[in-house]
T-cell receptor, first 115, second 116 residues
């Protein structure tokens, strides 16, 4: 069974500081990995995804994530956080092939940005 | 591109009534749409997978007769919460995929349902 663990429920960083959100996954095959961001009362926006190839993936809004198979991790990073980055971040794992799809989401990490 | 519109964004209904939530893919055809439920401060729970022109596939523990899903066209799926009760109050989010391998899910903005 596939699963995702986001060990940090809540993180607070100062604006301009660097950020790393942790994600560990369990998946029986080559994983497809995603990071989504959710603002309060909103749906989810895709930040970035990893399917194959380069293990360092660039996304929108200056985010990047690195896939480390040996550690079963897919941590999200940003070198300099902006106040507008405050939101809930979800890591997800799954497979997307044809009409089949099942994404499993982590429990999320709430990011608070202090000025 | 790949915009998913969900309507309404919030709804309040009385216990025992039914509520319909619409999910539309605005600029692409989505053979498959997905319905998620999100509890406060919790992750998203997949409720069902909706395939155009066929019956939805429900996840274990989700009541089919309670949560009716219809996917009548390539751009529209609906979720009807029948005989709603306060415990059905939640945030419901739909998502859809462009039909090609490895395309990601695109999410609507969700519907906040409150049953009084």
């Amino acid at each position: 069974a596939q699963s995702v663990t986001q060990p940090d429920i809540h993180i607070t960083v100062s604006e301009g500081a660097s950020l790393e959100l942790r994600c560990n996954y369990s998946y029986g095959a080559t994983p497809y990995l995603f990071w989504y961001v959710q603002s309060p009362g909103q749906g989810l926006q895709l930040l970035l995804k990893y399917f194959s190839g380069d293990t360092l993936v660039q996304g929108i809004k200056g985010f990047e994530a690195e896939f480390k198979r040996s550690q079963s991790s897919f941590n999200l990073r940003k070198p300099s956080v902006h106040w507008s980055d405050a939101a809930e971040y979800f890591c997800a794992v799954g497979a997307l092939a044809g009409t089949a799809s099942k994404l499993t989401f982590g429990t999320g990490t709430r990011l608070q940005v202090t000025l | 591109g790949a915009v998913v519109s969900q309507h309404p964004s919030w709804v309040i209904c009385k216990s025992g009534t039914s509520v319909k939530i619409e999910c539309r893919s605005l600029d692409f055809q989505a053979t498959t749409m997905f319905w998620y439920r999100q509890f406060p401060k919790k992750s998203l729970m997949l409720m069902a997978t909706s395939n155009e022109g066929s019956k939805a596939t429900y996840e274990q523990g989700v009541e089919k007769d309670k949560f009716l899903i219809n996917h009548a066209s390539l751009t529209l799926s609906t979720l009807t919460v029948t005989s709603a009760h306060p415990e059905d109050s939640s945030f419901y989010i739909c998502s859809a995929r462009v039909v090609r391998d490895n395309s990601p899910l695109h999410f609507g903005n969700g519907t906040r349902l409150t049953v009084t």
